[in-house]
């Protein structure tokens, strides 16, 4: 079956650690996006790549990093530098004028 | 002029009633508008979505109605169900050149989100 697979479920970090959220789509699909869901706050556009070997910062880039190694992949770090990273982050992919398919999420907390 | 505004914040329903969510826009610029359904812990789903050139879409109990001239759009579920309990999203975005020259959908701007709740 076609889908957006993000893993783990659930991801621990401790002070000043990075980890690495990943995002895997077989669905063929050129564009990627991260999100970060907070409480009453939507989503919030971390990143985006609408191509191989190239993306772009959203809304709240800053503490973030992505990579677009391969069409399938879209990893995102979260740094050190991001001091509030505790939330739910959602990986989504689209196609031509098809609206988004979202992954499971990743539930991020600082320990 | 990128926001989208989405109202209220939370609705709680009766069985069998009609909830109303509401969104607004300011960019005319957008010209797709999809709303999302979202169950705790899970991704949001694509539910319905519209396009400027149609006042009014419909699949099954779900409605989109389309306001071009007020920049609004609103979503309207007929005999709400407890099923319906679930956090909806409204999102507006604009068309932007892909390779080719092909349109495809430019990224998503969200709503801040309605708690629906819906009382058996």
């Known amino acids: 079956d076609g889908g957006i697979t993000q893993s783990p479920k659930y991801l621990f970090r401790k002070e000043g650690q990075n980890v690495t959220l990943s995002c895997e789509q077989n669905l063929n699909h050129d564009a990627m996006y991260w999100y970060r869901q907070d409480p009453g706050q939507g989503l919030r556009l971390i990143y985006y790549s609408q191509i191989v070997n190239d993306f772009q910062k959203g809304d709240i880039a800053e503490g973030y990093s992505v990579s677009r190694e391969k069409k399938e992949s879209f990893p995102l770090t979260v740094t050190s530098a991001q001091k509030n990273p505790t939330a739910f982050y959602l990986c989504?992919?689209?196609?031509?004028?098809?609206?988004?398919?979202f992954g499971s999420g990743t539930r991020l907390t600082v320990v | 002029q990128q926001q989208v505004k989405q109202s209220p914040q939370s609705l709680i329903v009766q069985k069998g009633g009609i909830s109303i969510i509401n969104c607004a826009y300011e960019?005319?610029?957008?010209?797709?508008f999809p709303w999302y359904q979202q169950f705790p812990g899970k991704g949001p789903a694509l539910l319905i979505a519209?396009?400027?050139?149609?006042s009014e879409k419909k699949e099954g109990r779900f409605t989109i109605s389309f306001n071009k001239s007020a920049k609004q759009f609103s979503l309207h579920i007929m005999d709400s169900q407890p099923g319906d309990s679930a956090t909806y999203f409204c999102a507006a975005s604009s068309s932007v050149l892909g390779l080719g020259g092909s349109s495809n959908t430019g990224k998503l701007i969200f709503g801040q989100g309605t708690t629906l709740q819906v009382k058996p």
């Open positions: 989504a992919s689209s196609m031509m004028n098809y609206g988004y398919t």
């Open positions: 519209i396009r400027p050139d149609v």
């Open positions: 960019n005319t610029a957008f010209d797709y």
